[in-house]
């Protein structure tokens, strides 16, 4: 298993690291799989094409890297102003997602499978707040799929990096914003050495799923119960990462603020108002390099008008007024 993270990195690294270790214990070592970090067999943005190759048997990632493959890969990562996780876990399982993933994804000879989701993620790492829409213009900040061309359509440079180089493109000025994940990653990486300003939430990232891509072949080549093994596995481990993100960012962002002098911001309206807008018309547009794009996207957003609506009246709402009686 190749992967898009670094060796020993907490929450994305970890994951792929239980989800290889889980797959060889449940098969009782019949099947053995061999995880390895970004760099250690291919770079990370290669993951993709050694397991299409059949140089690896699977890559563990996130399929918005693999946009300039087909503009639609990010749908079942996440899309700005896109589905929550357990709105992208509900798309994929039981709104024909998963469906239209195998039809994707087949056509590069790979079988893919959600495999880990880290929730709604922070908006990311400024010089400074951002308080206008004319501050965008200025930025240089590595944000990749959608979202990037978001930031593209609003004057500022984008930047597609894998994790393990933020930190040192930050410090040698080569971007001059960022984000990541959120408070637990991001202060593993270290980015609050060199960004204080924080601004919240991820317009770009809502619920990032992560993904098991595996090479075709070697899928069909397997046994059903295999098959199957490998599918429990995943599903086992994405329920597993959520957990681990939900249970360490709020002390990671606690001692962020108290101890290393990070600010938090929240978007201005009239920002998030353009960023909505403009999020709207690039994940419109993706739908457009062909017919299988344009399913893909009519698929998403009608899944994602029906089930936000339960959303608003089942978790935001009671999340909102719990709030006012834990703050009263």
Same mark, same amino acid.
């Given at each position: 298993?190749?992967?898009?993270?670094?060796?020993?990195? !907490? #929450?994305?690294?970890?994951?792929?690291?239980? &989800? @290889? $270790?889980?797959?060889?214990?449940?098969? *009782? %070592?019949?099947?053995?799989?061999?995880?390895?970090?970004?760099?250690?067999?291919?770079?990370?943005?290669?993951?993709?094409?050694?397991?299409?190759?059949?140089?690896?048997?699977?890559?563990?990632?996130?399929?918005?890297?693999?946009?300039?493959?087909?503009?639609?890969?990010?749908?079942?990562?996440?899309?700005?102003?896109?589905?929550?996780?357990?709105?992208?876990?509900?798309?994929?399982?039981?709104?024909?997602?998963?469906?239209?993933?195998?039809?994707? !994804? #087949?056509?590069?000879?790979?079988?893919?499978? &959600? @495999? $880990?989701?880290?929730?709604?993620?922070? *908006? %990311?790492?400024?010089?400074?707040?951002?308080?206008?829409?004319?501050?965008?213009?200025?930025?240089?900040?590595?944000?990749?799929?959608?979202?990037?061309?978001?930031?593209?359509?609003?004057?500022?440079?984008?930047?597609?990096?894998?994790?393990?180089?933020?930190?040192?493109?930050?410090?040698?000025?080569?971007?001059?914003?960022?984000?990541?994940?959120?408070?637990?990653?991001?202060?593993?990486?270290?980015?609050?050495?060199?960004?204080?300003?924080?601004?919240?939430?991820?317009?770009?990232?809502?619920?990032?799923?992560?993904?098991?891509?595996?090479?075709?072949?070697?899928?069909?080549?397997?046994?059903?119960?295999?098959?199957?093994?490998?599918?429990?596995?995943?599903?086992?481990?994405?329920?597993?990462?959520?957990?681990?993100?939900?249970?360490?960012?709020?002390?990671?962002?606690?001692?962020?603020?108290?101890?290393?002098?990070?600010?938090?911001?929240?978007?201005?309206?009239?920002?998030?108002?353009?960023?909505?807008?403009?999020?709207?018309?690039?994940?419109?547009?993706?739908?457009?390099?062909?017919?299988?794009?344009?399913?893909?996207?009519?698929?998403?957003?009608?899944?994602?008008?029906?089930?936000?609506?339960?959303?608003?009246?089942?978790?935001?709402?009671?999340?909102?007024?719990?709030?006012?009686?834990?703050?009263?």
């Amino acid at each position: 298993m190749v992967t898009t993270w670094p060796r020993g990195f !907490a #929450g994305l690294g970890s994951a792929a690291e239980r &989800l @290889a $270790a889980r797959i060889t214990t449940i098969s *009782g %070592g019949r099947l053995t799989v061999k995880m390895l970090a970004a760099g250690e067999l291919v770079p990370a943005f290669e993951s993709f094409d050694a397991v299409a190759r059949g140089d690896a048997e699977m890559y563990h990632g996130a399929e918005y890297y693999w946009d300039k493959k087909h503009p639609c890969f990010p749908f079942f990562a996440t899309v700005p102003m896109g589905m929550t996780a357990a709105e992208l876990e509900a798309w994929i399982h039981f709104g024909g997602g998963q469906e239209l993933w195998d039809e994707l !994804a #087949g056509q590069f000879g790979l079988k893919c499978l &959600l @495999a $880990a989701n880290t929730g709604v993620q922070m *908006g %990311g790492w400024f010089q400074s707040p951002i308080k206008s829409l004319d501050q965008i213009k200025a930025l240089k900040m590595r944000i990749p799929g959608l979202g990037g061309e978001v930031i593209r359509r609003l004057g500022g440079q984008a930047v597609n990096l894998p994790g393990g180089q933020i930190l040192a493109a930050l410090k040698s000025g080569e971007i001059n914003a960022t984000e990541w994940i959120g408070p637990w990653n991001d202060m593993e990486f270290g980015l609050h050495q060199v960004l204080k300003d924080y601004m919240f939430p991820g317009f770009h990232e809502p619920g990032t799923g992560l993904s098991l891509g595996i090479n075709r072949k070697f899928w069909d080549s397997l046994t059903r119960e295999d098959q199957e093994l490998i599918r429990a596995a995943a599903c086992a481990e994405n329920d597993i990462a959520m957990a681990e993100f939900n249970a360490r960012n709020g002390a990671a962002l606690a001692k962020l603020v108290s101890e290393h002098g990070v600010k938090l911001h929240l978007f201005p309206r009239e920002v998030w108002i353009e960023l909505a807008k403009v999020s709207a018309a690039v994940v419109a547009k993706a739908g457009d390099v062909d017919g299988l794009g344009r399913r893909i996207v009519d698929s998403y957003r009608r899944f994602q008008k029906e089930v936000s609506e339960w959303q608003q009246i089942s978790d935001i709402s009671y999340t909102a007024y719990k709030a006012i009686v834990q703050r009263s």
